[in-house]
């Protein structure tokens, strides 16, 4: 049963609140209704487009990075809390698949997740000395990567962190890394910027 108007507006906004990745193909689908439809609920409820909800996602809650520039992470960093954990989504587009089957190249993945995994660390210098990866699942052209990292004691290990990252599409996992990450300071420890 379709619903009206203004119960499908207000469930949108809800639902964009809880998930603000959502693109207007995936409303569309979720309320039964044409992208257009959906483009013209966000507007009268005065909700931007994807890229302007990402933009002010990461404008609202970025620690500044110190291990690379920002412009060389791959991905756009939506949130991130350095030492702690950090966001980013990748959009694959044609020019990151093989073309004979439409099937993401493993480096761009990996890219993502290793260029996060050294973003998160709050260190001037921040490399990556080991890194255990699975990839679990295909990824396609139209698709949308959220990579989630997050730092775990090293074990002891002087100068170093473990980030865990795991990406999806959707709810479905389909990469997963494990980086053992070289830092110049300790983590926690007087020097450490």
């Known amino acids: 049963m ?26 569309a689908e979720h309320f039964s209704v044409s992208v257009q439809t959906v483009r013209l609920d966000r507007m009268e409820l ?11 996602m990461a404008s609202r809650s970025l620690d500044d990075v110190k291990a690379l520039p920002i412009d060389e992470v791959i991905g756009d960093i939506l949130d991130i809390e350095l030492d702690k954990r950090a966001v980013s989504v990748f959009d694959v587009t044609e020019d990151h ?5 439409g099937i993401a190249r493993g ?11 050294v ?7 921040a490399l990556t000395a080991k890194s255990e990866l699975e990839f679990r699942k295909p990824v396609h052209a139209g698709d949308r990567v959220v990579a989630k990292a997050e730092v775990l004691p090293a074990g002891g290990k002087p100068h170093r962190s473990i980030v ?6 959707g709810e479905e996992p389909v990469f997963t890394g494990i980086f053992e990450m070289y830092r110049t300071h300790e983590r926690g420890k007087e020097g450490q910027q």
Do not use: W, Y
Request: no cysteine; net charge negative; hydrophobic share 40%.
């Open 107 to 117: 480096h761009h993945l990996f890219a993502q997740a290793n260029s996060l995994a």
């Open 46 to 56: 005065g909700i931007p487009e994807l890229r302007e909800r990402l933009k002010d």
């Open 164 to 169: 865990r990252v795991v990406s999806t599409v």
């Open 119 to 125: 973003a998160v660390i709050d260190d001037e210098l």
């Open 2 to 27: 379709r619903l009206q108007k203004r119960e499908r507006q207000e469930k949108l906004a809800a639902l964009l609140e809880g998930n603000p990745l959502m693109t207007d193909g995936d409303l």
């Open 97 to 101: 698949v093989f073309q004979r089957n």
